[in-house]
């Protein structure tokens, strides 16, 4: 036997990694039917994270079994271009050379993207392995790759031929560092502190004034209106008539609209459309011109008064208040809280920015996307999150997809000089157009690029050739596509999901996948997001190789925003890792993922369940070792026979198959790695190991010797085979041993087929069982009287059937071993004697006279003091517990523990008075 004595994940996990990928064994094969996963692209800029990892842990899960099932798999890889992130790296290490991006031309800035990818780009590929992510990395692709980006410029082209893509002025996100619009997805709102501003309007007729309140005073200057709700009877006259706009020489209209809150403020509502959402909508109803006030620094244009043209906007509202408060216009200054949009890149805080963007309409493709996920073509896991979708889509816009970058898929749309434009699939063919509509100058295309989302929504049928029709038989397009299931995140349901159900449908016919399977986030064991403003972000790479405290705190406080929070994180740090974060490998770190993976909610990290899963892996090499040197042992050459504890076992494990393919089919992760815990753990080396040691002895029947070795041998395969999908490393290191010893063919586990269920054998569990309440009973019994583990106990049988003497009978040699039951005796007496303990095993009484066994005396004095204890700790939970201020303010899981502890001193309190009861009895 080659195995080591210790289990040690280092040695083994990239080892095989490197032998499953240089094989080729990731890329599709089987002969069963097509199971495709496609991978929700990473940026290429990313480095693995803990929600990265959750995520790939799931997803590798399912191909591993489908691929073991027999399914020709196909797990897509590829990574996405990431415009803005990837734009913000390159220019930060530009600056590092003292060039800033505008120093280079677009081709030069690009070429150094194309240069920075080819260095750093696949860092987390590379990390992706580690996790033993078993992907057909042959297939990778990459969202700027040629074929991808055909797929792009055709699908730009189609969309604006058929009237779905247009250009116009609308509102968007816009960030004033990064010169660009960015999505909702990349807006991060957050509470703070800020101040609340009443302003005095004049009436033009000098009848009155208005006042209005604004948290953004200097956008007042693109004030259009002053809103009133028309059920407002302190307004009613005032609609229609017109107010001086204080700092300028305009007047604006008063006009009605049911959006204003008559309860909230004064009632009334300045009307900004170029620079707020909602003011937007409301400037359209009522056809009034937004005047945009910024330029895209946001810094003051020259729309506004001369005298505040070119003021940054905080310098601006700055000089506009003190204006306004010498002119006696500004009524009031109050503390205000407010959630303020910054952007996640820049963290700066985003202004709402009336521009020229390129637009997708979304009303017909939005009905559609609904009328897929209604009908069932799309299935959402777990169903509720239909709902979400349905709330997004029902209230959709129409999407802005140009960005203000040089890096991404630029805009395949060419102006002439009289400002017309032609959408073409390459320059030649905007030439063409052009010419058709009577224009032959020159043509410049727009130098704007597509957002990120564009060319992801594009993922399932892109990756598979489309529309190339070589490149789509070569890969598949027919096989693979509708996808079998996408794992992901709700936070991107609309941003990704919805746009790719609206886009493969309308270009191809087809859905991109029959399944989504949503998950949630991956918490701190405490349910807080992890962050690194918090210093509580874990890395996965650091959990399977282990890191030093000291590289640890380095990692959580280097380039922190907030230098004020070092101490506080390193202080919280030393406290959970005093010593680092010790190795636990990438076997246990995917257990725990999967263990934690509750449908519909996020999930807690805890390192101590990583841990205890470490243990796991212990438990199996061990218990695997165990195996192996019993079957390296000689034996004649005789027919094995199999007993009830053979039986039993086998019967557990087909009961463990049938459950863990319902588990996969229903994607409990979570129920599937319980399942095969505790099968492993419990059944297999807690109770069968146990058992089979009674006929692994050299006296042993040499028919039952090899029965056992045989069963041995071959439910550790179907273990390692169960588990393989979810714990890949150490099955296939175990497993190949387990292959010489069987004689199978497969070279690697990953290729071999995963277990399927046969008849159960009741019979064969109910004598397990049977002898398994028995052995439970007396050793309960055994603690309970602190009575050595080792010593054997006479016993005195009362009560049973004639089932329960048989049996006893039978499994003497398994009572003696596990039970440690000495002379054993049946008696017809109704009562057992009355110095004797009782055991309970169903209608059987087991006594155990405990003359000689125990110190009557000295027992009741150790359990008076147990007792006593008990009680303390018991009228201490029940105390706190009384205390409403400690119910009402501390933290939900605090009270939750306080109430399971009261719970387990109230059965400590009962057991201890039990036992003492008991020998206080005997004593008598």
């Not at 979708?389 to 802005?400: G, V």
């Not at 064969?764 to 055994?782: D, K, M, N, S, Y």
Request: charged share 25%.
């Amino acid at each position: 036997m080659s195995m080591d004595k210790t289990y040690d994940p280092h040695k083994i996990e990239q080892n095989w990694y490197q032998t499953w990928e240089s094989e080729g064994y990731f890329a599709p094969r089987g002969d069963g039917p097509a199971y495709t996963v496609m991978l929700p692209p990473p940026n290429v800029t990313g480095t693995l994270h803990m929600g990265h990892a959750f995520q790939h842990t799931l997803q590798d899960v399912l191909i591993r079994y489908h691929r073991m099932r027999g399914d020709r798999t196909l797990w897509q890889m590829g990574t996405d271009h990431a415009g803005i992130a990837t734009e913000m790296v390159v220019a930060r290490r530009l600056a590092t050379e003292g060039i800033q991006r505008n120093d280079l031309s677009r081709d030069e800035f690009i070429q150094r993207v194309w240069d920075w990818k080819k260095e750093s780009g696949s860092t987390i590929t590379r990390q992706m392995r580690r996790m033993g992510t078993s992907g057909d990395w042959s297939r990778e692709r990459f969202t700027m790759d040629d074929g991808l980006s055909e797929a792009v410029r055709e699908t730009f082209t189609r969309l604006h031929e058929q009237g779905l893509i247009y250009r116009g002025e609308r509102l968007v996100n816009w960030d004033p560092v990064l010169k660009t619009a960015i999505s909702d997805l990349e807006v991060e709102s957050k509470e703070e502190q800020g101040s609340l501003w009443s302003i005095r309007y004049p009436l033009s007729d000098g009848s009155g004034s208005m006042v209005v309140a604004t948290t953004r005073p200097e956008t007042m200057l693109g004030d259009v209106a002053v809103a009133v709700n028309p059920d407002d009877e302190r307004y009613r006259d005032f609609i229609g008539k017109t107010l001086k706009l204080p700092l300028t020489d305009r007047e604006i209209p008063i006009i009605a609209d049911h959006y204003v809150d008559q309860e909230f403020g004064t009632g009334c509502v300045k009307i900004t459309p170029a620079h707020d959402f909602n003011d937007y909508e409301v400037g359209k109803r009522h056809d009034l011109r937004p005047i945009n006030i910024f330029t895209d620094e946001a810094a003051i244009n020259d729309f506004a008064p001369e005298r505040f043209r070119g003021l940054d906007r905080y310098e601006a509202r700055k000089q506009m208040l003190a204006e306004l408060e010498a002119e006696g216009f500004l009524v009031e200054t109050k503390a205000h809280k407010l959630m303020v949009p910054r952007g996640d890149r820049s963290g700066q805080v985003i202004e709402p920015y009336l521009t020229q963007h390129w637009f997708v309409k979304m009303d017909k493709l939005a009905k559609r996307g609904l009328e897929l996920v209604e009908s069932g073509e799309v299935e959402f896991v777990p169903a509720n999150w239909i709902n979400t979708y349905r709330h997004w889509l029902n209230n959709i816009q129409d999407w802005c997809i140009s960005r203000q970058l040089w890096w991404g898929h630029r805009i395949p749309a060419w102006y002439g000089d009289d400002g017309r434009y032609w959408a073409a699939r390459d320059e030649e063919e905007a030439q063409q157009k052009a010419a058709a509509d009577g224009y032959t100058g020159t043509l410049r295309q727009d130098d704007d690029v597509l957002e990120t989302w564009f060319s992801s929504a594009l993922w399932c049928h892109s990756t598979l050739g489309w529309p190339n029709a070589d490149a789509m038989q070569e890969l598949g397009y027919e096989q693979y596509l509708p996808s079998s299931v996408l794992v992901t995140g709700f936070d991107i349901i609309f941003f990704w999901v919805a746009r790719m159900i609206m886009m493969t449908d309308h270009f191809t016919g087809q859905v991109p996948f029959k399944q989504v399977y949503i998950h949630g986030l991956v918490r701190d064991k405490d349910g807080n997001k992890m962050s690194k403003s918090k210093g509580n972000i874990l890395d996965p790479l650091d959990i399977i190789d282990g890191i030093t405290l000291d590289d640890l705190l380095a990692k959580r406080t280097k380039g922190l925003m907030q230098p004020q929070m070092v101490p506080a994180i390193e202080k919280a740090t030393r406290q959970e890792f005093p010593e680092g974060i010790p190795s636990f490998g990438a076997d246990a770190l995917r257990f725990t993922f999967s263990a934690l993976a509750t449908p519909g909610r996020d999930i807690k990290f805890d390192m101590a369940r990583c841990e205890g899963y470490r243990n796991f892996c212990n438990k199996l090499w061990n218990a695997a070792r165990f195996v192996f040197m019993h079957a390296e042992k000689p034996v004649a050459d005789v027919t094995p026979v199999e007993g009830a504890a053979e039986r039993w076992i086998r019967s557990r494990l087909q009961q463990t198959v049938a459950n863990a393919h319902q588990h996969m089919s229903d994607y409990r992760f979570d129920l599937l790695a319980q399942e095969l815990y505790e099968f492993t753990w419990n059944e297999f080396c807690d109770w069968y190991l146990e058992l089979a040691k009674v006929n692994l002895t050299d006296d042993a029947d040499p028919a039952a010797r090899m029965g056992t070795r045989q069963t041995l041998l071959e439910v550790l395969d179907a273990i390692l085979r169960l588990l393989h999908p979810v714990m890949p490393f150490i099955t296939e290191e175990i497993w190949q041993t387990v292959r010489g010893f069987l004689q199978l063919n497969d070279d690697s586990l990953m290729l071999a087929s995963y277990p399927t269920a046969q008849a159960n054998d009741a019979a064969a569990e109910a004598e397990i069982h049977w002898l398994q309440g028995v052995i439970q009973a007396i050793r309960a019994t055994r603690t309970e009287l602190n009575l050595a583990p080792g010593k054997p106990l006479p016993v005195v049988l009362l009560g049973g059937d004639a089932d329960d003497r048989r049996r006893w009978q039978e499994h003497s040699a398994w009572l003696s071993r596990l039970a440690r039951v000495g002379d054993s005796q049946w008696s017809d007496a109704s009562e057992p004697p009355n110095d004797a303990a009782v055991a309970l095993a169903g209608n059987l009484r087991i006594a155990i006279p405990l003359a000689g066994l125990v110190d009557v005396a000295e027992e009741v004095s150790r359990l008076e003091k147990q007792l006593q204890k008990a009680q303390q700790e018991l009228t201490k939970s029940e105390k706190k517990l009384s205390n409403q201020r400690f119910v009402d303010n501390a933290p939900e899981a605090v009270v939750t523990q306080e109430k399971e502890r009261l719970e387990q001193h109230r059965a400590n309190t009962q057991r201890y008075q039990e036992q003492l009861d008991r020998m206080r009895k005997m004593a008598s």
